[in-house]
């Protein structure tokens, strides 16, 4: 981590340093309930189609096309929805935070740019995460890492220059927990920690399961299983259909 992100609570073992660092971030977030997740997933996938769909149909009407058809891929539809997580739950990326900029992986970014949210969390994670990595991974993860690091670091202390602290939960729990302006960086690290615990999982997660569930050919039953459900569906109705699925994938 020291190269990248910066060292945090997930490299410590347990003890009295980890259970100063971890125990305020921990505890936000575990108060996230599943039905607040679920709930903010659901409408955040929505809005992306709905904008891809008026997107494409006034592309068709602009060019004079009789048809229209929308080709997606998952990745998009992840980057979204997690980029909306982001925002709701840490206030990054938002229109007050010129540090960072929301959206996937772009491969002409360029050092000196804002750092994508959530494009550039995978590459710190696998320099981590991965064992022995290559000479790419470690460079790529290390730049993005620091990147990172950087642009947490300029978007604390703006907030701490204006007297001010995220409205989001977990990223109020944490500028809580680390109040002093001698903790800036820490605060900075554990904000890009927490996302990099997140973001690159969750996708990875989903694209997995989705994948083996259209090897297998499941992803058909289970969209008929949910195709009697209203618009906005409940997690329990969610659940009855999809949990045992999930879980086995």
């Known amino acids: 981590m020291a190269p990248s992100i910066g060292a945090i609570y997930l490299g410590l073992d347990a003890g009295a ?10 505890r936000a977030i575990r108060k996230l309930s599943l039905e607040e997740a679920f709930a903010l997933a659901h409408k ?11 997107g494409t149909i006034d592309q068709a009407i602009h060019f004079g096309l009789p048809s229209w058809e929308l080709n997606l891929d998952v990745k998009e539809i992840s980057d979204f929805v997690l ?13 007050t935070t010129p540090q960072f900029k929301g959206g996937g992986y772009r491969w002409d970014w360029k050092p000196g740019q804002p750092p994508l949210i959530p494009g550039h969390l995978t590459a710190p994670s696998r320099f981590i995460f991965q064992p022995q990595p290559g000479v790419d991974v470690r460079r790529i993860g290390i730049e993005y ?11 604390v202390q703006a907030l701490r220059n204006a007297g ?8 109020k729990a944490i500028f809580a927990a680390f109040p002093a302006r001698g903790d800036d960086d820490l605060v900075a690290r554990t904000l890009v920690g927490t996302l990099m615990g997140m973001l690159p999982t969750v996708d990875g ?5 989705l994948n083996e569930w259209l090897q297998d050919g499941s992803i058909w039953r289970l969209r008929e299983a949910m195709r009697d459900l209203p618009a906005a569906p409940s997690l329990t109705d969610a659940e009855a259909r999809l949990r045992m699925p999930l879980v086995r994938s």
Do not use: C
């Open 17 to 26: 340093a980890y259970k100063k660092q971890a125990d305020a971030t921990n």
């Open 164 to 171: 001010r602290m995220p409205d989001e939960p977990l990223g």
């Open 205 to 209: 997660n989903l694209r997995a399961t």
């Open 145 to 155: 890492g620091r990147a990172l690091r950087q642009a947490a670091l300029e978007h």
């Open 83 to 95: 980029e909306q997580a982001s925002r709701v739950w840490l206030g990054l990326p938002t229109a």
């Open 44 to 54: 955040s996938t929505r809005d992306f189609l709905q904008i891809a769909i008026k």
